[in-house]
């Protein structure tokens, strides 16, 4: 059995999005209650979150960026760049405890405590760009682990694999010009217009040139073609790309009972895309997998499939 990390902590919920907002705090405690009720919180290494450093937020984001978000949640705004945006005073210090429990998290793992992790946080973050907040993302919380991988424990390629339903148009940008991440994303295409990005042309730029691969999902597909694309796309180019740590933007919202998405994956359909990537990971990274917690908003179905999730990275 993998030692499997769950991050976990209360002060993820205080970030307040208001009444009837899809991303709320019921979350993550929908998220707890399924993997306590399957059994599981006793074979998990629970961590506790810390607040990141911001030199590890400023290699990828701009610092006037980081410091008028600061000043927009601390004057008590509601709302931050675009109005689905939602938010409250506390948003900007769970954005920085977010991001500092899975620096923690990629620590551990790199140290050799853990082989693996799933990280239950909020605000979500593949949205998120350099200088603007997006889709309910404040901080782009893979991009900074992959970053402080990179700088910090000397990883020389990492994978990013977005199962989000909802493209990861921030992580995209940030890495396009870069050969040393590469950036997979699955995800319905059109998706409710947003964010219109991750087409399939969409490649790369400069020294980033095929460095990144989307698998765009037309409205109404299930397991199957989530299945084909995966093995046609993602398996040969890990083959060719060899990450030496992989990260998973960790997206449930693509469950046939999500009203988030017009994609109707299974949970065993789910379960089978975890699996690959632990098969990925056992393969290239020597098992180490970092999940990070995206979207995923049917709340009688999350706590089943973040259970799931985790059993099979035990067990991987």
């Not at 990828?60 to 409250?88: A, K, W």
């Not at 997979?184 to 460095?211: D, K, L, N, V």
């Not at 379960?271 to 917690?293: C, D, F, H, P």
Request: aromatic content about 10%; proline content about 4%.
């Amino acid at each position: 059995m993998k030692r499997t990390g769950y991050l976990h902590d209360n002060r993820y919920l205080l970030h307040d999005t208001g009444p009837y907002h899809p991303e709320m705090a019921d979350r993550l405690i929908a998220v707890y209650n399924g993997i306590k009720d399957a059994g599981l919180l006793d074979q998990l290494t629970l961590i506790p979150a810390v607040r990141a450093d911001i030199k590890w937020i400023k290699t990828v984001h701009d610092p006037n960026y980081i410091r008028r978000f600061e000043e927009v949640c601390l004057s008590g705004n509601r709302t931050f760049d675009y109005p689905d945006n939602q938010m409250c005073v506390d948003t900007y210090e769970t954005a920085f405890l977010a991001v500092g429990g899975i620096l923690d998290v990629a620590r551990r793992i790199m140290e050799g405590e853990l082989d693996n992790a799933f990280c239950a946080v909020r605000p979500p973050g593949h949205h998120a760009e350099r200088d603007q907040a997006m889709g309910f993302c404040y901080f782009n919380n893979v991009a900074i682990t992959a970053r402080y991988l990179q700088m910090e424990h000397g990883i020389q390629r990492v994978g990013i694999i977005d199962s989000d339903v909802h493209h990861g148009n921030g992580t995209q940008h940030i890495f396009e010009e870069d050969p040393t991440v590469f950036y997979y994303s699955i995800h319905q295409h059109p998706s409710f217009a947003f964010p219109g990005t991750g087409r399939e042309f969409e490649e790369g730029t400069g020294a980033g040139q095929g460095f990144t691969k989307n698998s765009p999902v037309l409205p109404g597909q299930g397991d199957d073609v989530y299945e084909r694309l995966i093995q046609s796309d993602l398996l040969p180019a890990f083959e060719r790309f060899k990450p030496e740590v992989i990260i998973v933007s960790t997206g449930f919202d693509g469950h046939r009972e999500d009203d988030m998405s017009d994609i109707s994956l299974s949970t065993e359909g789910y379960s089978w895309i975890i699996e690959t990537i632990m098969k990925l990971a056992n393969q290239y990274a020597a098992g180490r997998v970092i999940s990070v917690l995206e979207g995923g908003y049917c709340l009688e179905r999350l706590g089943e499939l973040a259970a799931n999730h985790i059993r099979i990275m035990l067990n991987g």
